[in-house]
């Protein structure tokens, strides 16, 4: 088609779309090409504005390295990452659900845990928690058999991927659920930590007078066979950032009550002081349990990143 008007040129795509053989992906593209024209319209998009909306997805693809995820940190502080989860859980975004975001910092193979066992596999600081878990089916009838990885930041807000002080697969572990759906380990009671900011994500915050903080958290993701693979983010209760998580992510459904011991005997006996426990229920639905590319493959050299927080504009 020769172009007459700017109108010709949405209209020319998706006639030459319409080439296209797979029906799905004619409908993801028809979608894309539709809404990708209007918003350059409707924003009234200048060519200058234009050229640093490239720069900035080139960016994106320059940051993200084997240890750093910057378009999946990108995604979820645009609410985007949010939005896919609780569309496509919770019978189709019309109930409530424990499945959450994967995160940017998940990695394949982690260590075994046995029953009851410790994920900390270098000192940091932090008190002791002990971590209870359950894992039903729709019909509240335990899931057996589930393989749970788990994983969390220090209780200085770093995940071990991001510190070379830690051990590697420092704080994560894999656990298998017995005969009632039930895992347990031990760790320390993760922080909140501020996102990173030296990219354009720290620019999209710092623009818009936003925080970079994230409540405190475990992940875990539940993979079997015949159900759909679940990844969770179990956010402390106590935490002060419940309101205006960085990343949009903070369901009442996954807000777990991280319950501090004072003066009570702990369920180890190398423990003395306070401690905390976490006990938290999981739901996970019938569907395929293919696992996503992690976001991440490796542990970052050098030293320790910078903590750097933002304030929110009042």
């Given at each position: 088609?020769?172009i007459?008007?700017?109108?010709d ?8 779309l ?17 809404h ?8 009234r ?15 994106l693809?320059?940051l ?11 995604a ?11 569309l ?14 994967m ?5 394949q193979?982690?260590?075994?845990v046995?029953?009851g066992?410790s ?44 510190d ?30 501020p996102i ?14 936003r ?43 996954l ?25 938290f ?7 395929d ?7 991440i493959?490796?542990?970052?050299g050098?030293?320790?990143?910078v ?8």
């Amino acid at each position: 088609m020769i172009i007459a008007s700017q109108q010709d040129v949405t209209a020319a795509v998706l006639a030459e779309l319409e080439r296209a053989t797979n029906p799905r992906f004619k409908e993801i593209m028809r979608a894309a090409v539709v809404h990708l024209h209007d918003f350059a319209r409707d924003a009234r998009l200048t060519e200058a504005e234009f050229h640093q909306a490239c720069a900035i997805v080139a960016q994106l693809g320059r940051l993200t390295t084997e240890s750093h995820n910057e378009v999946v940190l990108a995604a979820g502080s645009l609410g985007l990452s949010s939005l896919i989860c609780l569309l496509n859980n919770g019978d189709q975004g019309q109930t409530e659900t424990t499945a959450n975001l994967m995160g940017p910092f998940w990695r394949q193979d982690a260590p075994r845990v046995e029953p009851g066992g410790s994920i900390v596999r270098s000192p940091v600081p932090g008190l002791p928690i002990f971590v209870n878990a359950w894992v039903r089916d729709a019909e509240g009838r335990p899931v057996e058999g589930a393989e749970v990885d788990v994983w969390h930041t220090s209780g200085e807000g770093f995940y071990e991927n991001q510190d070379p002080a830690q051990a590697e697969m420092n704080l994560r572990g894999k656990l298998t659920t017995d005969a009632r759906g039930h895992i347990a380990f031990r760790s320390v009671k993760p922080a909140g930590y501020p996102i990173p900011l030296d990219g354009p994500v720290g620019a999209l915050l710092r623009a818009q007078g936003r925080h970079n903080m994230r409540p405190a958290h475990i992940h875990f993701m539940i993979n079997k066979p015949g159900y759909k693979t679940q990844f969770s983010q179990v956010y402390s209760s106590d935490d002060p950032f419940l309101e205006s998580d960085a990343q949009f992510a903070v369901t009442r459904a996954l807000i777990g009550q991280y319950v501090l011991h004072s003066n009570e005997a702990a369920p180890a006996p190398d423990v003395s002081g306070d401690w905390y426990s976490l006990d938290f229920h999981f739901v996970i639905e019938a569907g395929d349990n293919r696992l996503p590319k992690p976001p991440i493959s490796g542990k970052a050299g050098g030293e320790r990143p910078v903590r750097e927080v933002l304030e929110r504009r009042q």
